[in-house]
């Protein structure tokens, strides 16, 4: 098997599988349980898992909107308390798309492709927007499928919903024009921008907490008084284009001390303890618990001989 096709398919043709303990009696009987599976059964629990799913999405309403009027909607259930409601759902519909993949390459699972991909697009983006957080869903499909929805995320207009930019990335400011663009827009740009915010500030703090945690802190914050009413998504648009004019800044600040990103953090993690005092004394520590030797000049700051602690 391969990443991309985590299992196979015996065809059977001169009547193996009626001896299959008996071809299979040399391995392990860890390795080879549910070596054969029933097509009948799988057929039969795509068709029950498909049935509750859609069960499950006209008790909410849901049935007959696209993938993200679905996904808005869900949100908004879940704000009125009804988070319940949408764990049941996510249940169900992950568990379709799961016997889905079970049963493919089968002629039967032809009948419910387009639910499938409405589905799984569905249960992305509504996680995206309950959680503004980035769901990883997708990424446990078979390659197969990953493929199939990517294709239909394009040929639906939904690929600027669904992926995430990096704060690299020369498109990744576009949601800051918050100009002439209607309600459900704003808080669509919202709820991208605080995935990809919550994604970029917890890999910086990964990286360097001491330099980054206060950017995670202030996303969240942000998110919360969202979610509790307080600001509308321009507002809270405007809050996130500042503080992603903080992480650019912070990013090269170490530059204009004169001061490597090492010795840098290091002073992060030194500032709250004295944050009145002279910087001159205190990157001068830094450096010399970041292991520097050599004399520089710091912009701004005096000359000094950095010399490498034992």
């Known amino acids: 098997m391969t990443v991309d096709k985590p299992h196979g398919r015996i065809v059977d043709y001169i009547g193996v599988t009626q001896h299959l303990d008996d071809a299979l009696s ?34 909410l309403g849901l049935v007959g909107m696209d993938e993200k009027a679905a996904a808005y909607a869900i949100e908004k259930l879940v704000a009125d308390g009804r988070e ?44 995206q927007g309950i959680t503004k957080d980035e769901s990883l869903d997708h990424l446990t499909y078979s390659g197969k499928i990953r493929d199939m929805l990517e294709e239909h995320v394009r040929a639906t207009g939904l690929t600027t919903t669904v992926r995430l930019r990096n704060i690299t990335d020369p498109d990744f400011k576009d949601d800051f024009q918050t100009e002439e663009k209607s309600e459900e827009e704003l808080h669509e740009a919202f709820v991208r921008k605080a995935a990809e915010l919550k994604r970029v500030t917890r890999e910086l703090v990964d990286k360097n907490p001491a330099q980054y945690g206060r950017f995670s802190k202030r996303v969240l914050e942000i998110i919360r008084r969202f979610e509790e009413g307080q600001i509308a998504a321009a507002e809270g648009l405007k809050d996130f284009e500042d ?59 005096p000359t000094w001989r950095r010399e490498r602690w034992p």
């Open 26 to 59: 040399s391995y392990r009987a860890d390795d080879v349980q549910n070596a054969l599976r029933d097509l009948d059964l799988l057929r039969r629990d795509l068709r029950k898992t498909y049935a509750e799913f859609k069960r499950q999405l006209r008790l």
């Open 84 to 127: 319940d409601d949408w764990f049941e759902l996510q249940r169900l519909g992950r568990h379709f798309v799961r016997t889905y993949g079970d049963l493919s390459p089968d002629p039967a699972i032809l009948d419910f492709t387009e639910d499938m991909k409405w589905a799984a697009t569905f249960l992305r983006l509504a996680q």
């Open 243 to 301: 503080l992603t004019g903080g992480i650019d800044a912070e990013a090269g600040a170490h530059e204009e001390l004169g001061m490597d990103e090492r010795a840098f953090a290091i002073l992060r993690i030194m500032e709250p303890h004295a944050p009145d005092s002279d910087h001159s004394p205190r990157c001068a520590t830094c450096w010399k618990l970041a292991g520097n030797t050599e004399t520089a000049s710091l912009t701004g700051w």
